[in-house]
């Protein structure tokens, strides 16, 4: 995909966002973002308990790159089935040359704040559900 392709993709997912929404039944409402990159959004989380994920989705607001970004990666999720510790091994630096580096340029926080926020999600839903907790 060439970069034009890449920005149409992200300004796309942005203004049509995939698994946009509050998740009404998630175990986990993980808040994310900060001043520095303008956007914020809270995602939502439902394991199966076995260390799937049954249901993610997402709210937020800010810039094209974040919130298309942050739609990419929970369609990533939904689309290729990710577990929990699949999605923990994500790698930032992958996520960003997948959305184009040269598109994002010096906004990895904000390309990021989806894929980070998730994995704060799936981090509090492991230490909440183990046993004894």
């Known amino acids: 995909m060439d970069r034009k392709d890449r920005i149409a993709l992200l300004v796309e997912h942005a203004g049509n966002p995939r698994h ?14 900060g001043p520095e990159c303008g956007g914020s ?13 049954e249901d993610l989705s997402f709210t937020g607001q800010g810039d094209t790159i974040s919130m298309g970004a942050a739609s990419l990666i929970m369609q990533k999720v939904h689309d290729e089935g990710l577990a929990m510790d699949e999605v923990l091994d994500l790698d930032y630096g992958a996520f960003v040359e997948s959305l184009g580096s040269d598109v994002v ?12 926020t998730l994995k704060s999600a799936i981090r509090k839903y492991k230490r909440d559900k183990r046993p004894g907790a």
């Open 105 to 116: 340029g010096s906004r990895t926080r904000n390309a990021t704040l989806g894929l980070s």
């Open 20 to 33: 946009e929404g509050v998740l009404e039944s998630a175990d986990v409402a993980m808040p994310g973002g």
């Open 41 to 53: 959004v809270v995602v939502y989380l439902k394991g199966d308990g076995d260390g799937g994920i």
